[in-house]
C-alpha cells in the first residue's frame, strides 16, 4: 500500500515539472502557444495512460 502513496504523491509533482518545461519551451521559444489547443485536445490520452498504468500494477501486485 505504501506503493500506492508514493505514486499518488509524484503525480502533481511530474504535473508541475512537464508544465514548468513547456513553460520553459515557450519562453525560449522552442514551442509557441498554437500547442495549447492541441495539447488540451489530446486530453483523453492521458487518462487513458493512468488507467493503463493503474490496470497494469494490478496485475503486477496479484502476481507476487
Known sequence: M?????YRGAILPILFIVVG???LLNTLN???WAIWPKV???WPIV???F?????LQH???TRT
Not at 505504501?2 to 508514493?6: A, E, T, V, W
Open 59 to 61: 496485475f503486477r501486485r
Open 30 to 32: 522552442i514551442v509557441d
Open 21 to 23: 518545461i513547456l513553460l
Open 40 to 42: 488540451v485536445r489530446l
Open 2 to 6: 505504501s506503493s500506492d502513496r508514493q
Open 47 to 49: 487518462v487513458i495512460g
Open 51 to 55: 488507467g493503463a498504468n493503474l490496470l
